[in-house]
């Protein structure tokens, strides 16, 4: 037996309910624990303006798609002069912020896009559970070495010449 702590992606995630979908796989249900510190301004908030929900793929359970669906506390700004009125949790101790995934799955989709490439990692994370095309895949990829590698500051140019040398 699978405790609801198992289908957690975050320490700060508590699991509500487990359900298995009419279509297959999973969707959990989750709230992230409340924080309330405005982004801009870092003032602690009291406040409470509503909850949304964000619904992200997280790892494959059992060879089934796993859906977290997941409830953010949404927060009115104190400060009367900060530009944010209201803003939510941060969600970035399990994903990035706009992601689709939880930063695991994302690990995942990466490692394998980058050993096998974009439509063999397709194939294989269908097989897996993961449901992704290769352009994500790709897409990823390409978000990953942008994050990494710092843009150059010096640009070097081979030695070339315009005729062939007479040595
Ligand atoms: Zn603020």
Do not use: N
Request: net charge positive; hydrophobic share 30%.
């Amino acid at each position: 037996m699978i405790s609801k702590k198992h289908w957690s992606p975050g320490s700060d995630v508590s699991v509500q309910g487990v359900k298995r979908r009419d279509s297959g796989g999973w969707l959990v249900f989750g709230v992230l624990a409340p924080r309330g510190i405005c982004p801009d301004c870092g003032l602690h908030s009291r406040r409470r303006h509503g909850w949304r929900q964000k619904r992200l793929q997280d790892l494959p359970a059992h060879g089934d798609k796993v859906t977290i669906a997941l409830w953010v506390c949404r927060w009115r700004c104190p400060a009367s002069t900060c530009p944010q009125r209201t803003f939510s949790d941060y969600t970035s101790s399990i994903a990035r912020p706009f992601a689709r995934r939880t930063s695991r799955a994302d690990d995942i989709v990466g490692h394998l896009g980058h050993a096998t490439g974009g439509r063999p990692a397709e194939r294989l994370l269908r097989r897996l559970g993961v449901g992704v095309s290769d352009d994500t895949v790709l897409r990823h990829l390409k978000q990953r070495a942008e994050s990494a590698a710092p843009p150059p500051t010096v640009i070097g140019i081979d030695d070339w010449s315009w005729r062939k040398s007479p040595t």
